[in-house]
């Protein structure tokens, strides 16, 4: 029992636990779940971006077959918005403009997919033919649907009271200090980019079930969640003003989030509320279409910069001014996206001396927008990754001697950067060197040849980039407008026999934490991980979490996992101690023996774990019976990943299409725990990245109907699509996390986009191009190559 072979300590690539469940088919996700006496509700979206709602008839719906319940806003009035959970404030110090989200609508609808109506019946098919049989009466108003066009002159008005559809104008740096900096400059390189809107897209659509038990007054909701315990306080504390011990919030099998399972939904709140209303369960399930309209997006930046270099290249100074898209409504996070997720990383890897960065959120008809894997630090990372390639062009100079030339040195650390941010550990040069050795960078221009005979046009990108994730400290967080703490909750429970139960506040739903938990637990106690269940996703069974975002589960969560072993092992080294009959001072504890030190006196975990539960001959005066410690972790700061992704592409110039044939991968994520889980991360975030470079966008129309609202519009990565991904790692460690880890769910999302358009510019580098904005679509290369230039 004590003894772990094979190696599956910290380290070890060992097979994920879950895939068994995952792989037969056994896992339980929440349209899986059924309830005694289950209705089925459907919901009612709007049509139109943008209507007043002049009326709504039921008659005809009510009397169809199986209908039990319909409700509109009107019923729902004394029930509280979603609320958004990060104010924000103006450059004036004033609160960002926090109109009401409301659950069903009230009067209004405010984008495609905007809930209306919801109608709880029989069967599925029976709520969804009375939900057509409702009659609106709409007055369609006029839209608006773009970012730049919400703040023009005259722009319909999303919400009344809000000028401008304008949620905030924030800054962050010193705009006089910046201004000098460039009165200084040898050269001013000035760019324009937008960051494409996307849409998530996880494999299980959002699915909720509202339970109402009125023998208790308790209710129960099932939800496709990344964090069960912030959707019980959103929705009991705001939204249906429910004591959190009569709420239940339980995130089964969750089948990918990226994001967008973050944030309290109207459809969480509808059902619930509902369910208590008729006193039966209610199950809701999203089609594709539904969840492509009310999934939040992602992304969705327009940008203007601009970067003042001194005459050897070095950054003097960088300016930024950008637009964020927030949708209709402000999403839970949202407002944190462009503003403490983005601009704070606009210092990427360089010793720039000054930034200063401009914010305006502005609202428009559309589905809100929120945060999307990597959220800000993509955007981020695309803007400073695009401008550097720039630079060093329009500077005459090499791609990654600029990069070197202002990387902040391995020996700065910790290092300040001019927003707000102290990095704690790194080594761009290194990451960036085995990038370089790794994706055969010298021998390149050999392979550009190569292609070149074969017709074919080769490019090679380059990013380097640092994200900031584990969020985060509750202090500073809090400091800055958030509305809740970011701390992470851990419980061991040690059974009699030595086996272990760890309750998690974070949630798992693809990134393998039931295996890698486990791994904690094996290394630092000894119990095989075969003896070690990890548990997630129910309030119920867990203390408290504020669940899985921001890479955050393993510097966050994990920690919190390693502090109540601490708690274990300090109780269990007394019960040995008294064991052993020796002083506990001089009781060592090495993964599962207990030995008084120098001495040949053992005892091992699943003796002492026993007599925590059987105490015969046992202090009880002393010492309680029992072996569970819980522990709140809250960290000092974020953790900074960061590396070097390299693209190399090839185009055809017939048709434009853009192959990606090799992608180079260098991260630092701190001590790696499980290789295989990490590079598994790292290849995912990659694929994404891909997907946005070449092949995903929302496109909305000028009326706000959102044109790819399907996967025959909106073109996910598919595996043709994608090339062999080199993963490696070069580790720094976290310097305020006892395992010196860093997240790495993120990174791959975050460096790879810049990477490829980077590759995608190099290959059409002789038809004279600065930029192509994400997708590069074949139709926009192919006309770069066949409009005014031909192929030389
Ligand atoms: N890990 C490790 N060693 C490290 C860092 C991480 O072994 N140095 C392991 C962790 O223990 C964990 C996994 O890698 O098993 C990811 O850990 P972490 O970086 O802490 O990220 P989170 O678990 O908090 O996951 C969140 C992150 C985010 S923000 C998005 S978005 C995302 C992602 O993870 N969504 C995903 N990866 C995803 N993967 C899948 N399959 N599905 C999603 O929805």
């Known amino acids: 029992m004590n003894v772990v072979t094979p190696f599956e300590g910290i380290g070890a690539s060992v097979r994920r636990k879950e895939d068994l469940r995952f792989l037969s088919g056994r896992g339980q996700y929440t349209d899986d779940i059924n309830r005694p006496g289950q209705t089925y509700a459907t919901i009612l979206r709007s049509p139109h971006a943008h209507a007043r709602i002049r009326g709504i008839d039921l008659a005809a719906a009510r009397s169809m077959p199986g209908v039990i319940a319909i409700f509109t806003g009107e019923d729902m009035q004394g029930i509280g918005g979603l609320p958004c959970g990060w104010q924000i404030h103006n450059k004036d110090g004033s609160p960002m403009a926090e109109p009401p989200h409301p659950v069903l609508a009230q009067g209004k609808v405010r984008h495609v997919g905007d809930s209306v109506a919801v109608v709880i019946a029989g069967t599925r098919a029976q709520a969804r033919d009375a939900a057509e049989a409702i009659e609106v009466d709409y007055d369609v108003l006029p839209a608006v649907a773009s ?424 109780k269990a080294r007394k019960i040995a101690a008294h064991l052993m009959e020796a002083s506990v001072e001089d009781v060592e504890f090495d993964r599962g023996t207990f030995r008084v030190a120098g001495t040949d006196r053992t005892k091992s975990w699943g003796e002492v774990c026993l007599t925590a539960y059987v105490p015969h001959n046992y202090p009880i005066e002393e010492l309680e019976p029992g072996l569970e410690e819980t522990a709140f972790y809250d960290p000092k700061n974020f953790t900074y990943p960061g590396g070097c992704h390299i693209c190399e592409v090839e185009i055809d110039p017939d048709t434009g299409h853009v192959d990606v044939v090799n992608f180079t991968a260098v991260d630092d994520v701190g001590r790696v725990i499980n290789p295989m889980i990490v590079e598994g991360q790292v290849q995912g975030g990659v694929c994404q990245g891909i997907g946005q470079a070449l092949l995903e966008t929302a496109v909305y129309d000028e009326s706000g109907q959102l044109l790819s609202a399907s996967f025959m519009d909106y073109q996910m990565p598919r595996a043709n699509d994608l090339p062999p991904v080199s993963v490696a790692t070069h580790t720094t460690l976290c310097t305020h996390n006892p395992l010196g880890v860093k997240g790495c769910g993120e990174v791959g999302a975050i460096g790879s986009p810049p990477a490829v358009i980077n590759a995608v510019v190099d290959a059409l580098k002789d038809y004279g191009v600065r930029h192509i904005e994400m997708p590069a679509t074949p139709a926009k290369i192919w006309n770069i190559i066949h409009g005014s230039h031909k192929l030389a």
């Open 147 to 570: 970012t730049e066009a919400a703040i023009a002159a005259g722009a319909p008005v999303v919400h009344d009271g809000v000028a401008g559809n304008l949620c905030y104008d924030w800054h962050i740096g010193d705009p006089a200090v910046n201004a000098a900096a460039f009165q200084n400059a040898h050269k001013v390189v000035e760019f324009e980019l937008v960051n494409n809107r996307l849409v998530p897209n996880a494999m299980e659509p959002r699915a909720a079930i509202g339970d109402y038990d009125p023998t208790t007054g308790e209710y129960t909701l099932y939800t496709t969640s990344q964090n069960p315990h912030v959707i019980r306080l959103l929705m009991g504390a705001f939204v249906l003003q429910l004591p959190e011990h009569k709420l239940r919030v339980v995130a089964p099998d969750v089948g990918g989030g990226f994001g967008s399972k973050i944030f309290h939904y109207a459809e969480e709140a509808i059902v619930t509320w509902a369910a208590g209303k008729i006193a039966r369960p209610i199950k809701w399930t999203a089609d594709r279409t539904e969840s492509f309209v009310t999934d939040a997006h992602g992304r969705d930046h327009v940008t203007k910069a601009k970067l003042a270099l001194d005459k050897d290249g070095r950054f003097l100074a960088l300016h930024v001014r950008t637009l964020a898209n927030m949708g209709a409504y402000l999403s839970t996070f949202a407002t944190s996206v462009p503003t403490y997720l983005y601009a704070t990383l606009l210092a990427g890897v360089y010793t720039t001396p000054t930034i200063y960065a401009e914010v305006k959120a502005v609202f428009t008809n559309t589905t809100p927008v929120d945060a999307y894997r990597g959220a800000g630090r993509p955007e981020a990372t695309f803007l400073l990754e695009r401008l550097v390639d720039v630079a060093a062009r329009e500077m005459g100079m090499d791609r990654v001697e600029i990069r070197r030339r202002n990387f902040i040195p391995a020996d700065a650390f910790p290092y300040q950067t001019p927003v707000a941010l102290q990095y704690d550990s790194g080594d761009y040069q290194a990451t960036l060197e085995m990038g370089l050795k790794s994706a055969g960078w010298e021998s390149f221009e050999q392979r550009r040849a190569e292609a070149k005979a074969r017709g074919r046009l080769r490019g090679i990108g380059i990013s380097t980039y640092v994200e900031a994730c584990g969020i985060a400290p509750s202090a500073t967080v809090g400091a800055l407008g958030a509305r809740a703490g970011l701390y992470e909750v851990g419980t061991i429970r040690v059974h009699p026999t030595g086996s272990v139960t760890v309750l998690t506040g974070t949630h798992s739903h693809g990134q393998g934490h039931e295996t890698t938990f486990a791994q904690l637990i094996a290394d630092r106690l000894g119990v095989p991980m075969a003896q070690v269940d990890i548990v997630h996703g129910d309030t119920a069974k867990i203390p408290f979490g504020m669940g899985t975002y921001g890479s955050r589960s393993l510097p966050v969560g994990g920690t919190a996992i390693v502090k109540a072993m601490d708690k274990i092992v300090t």
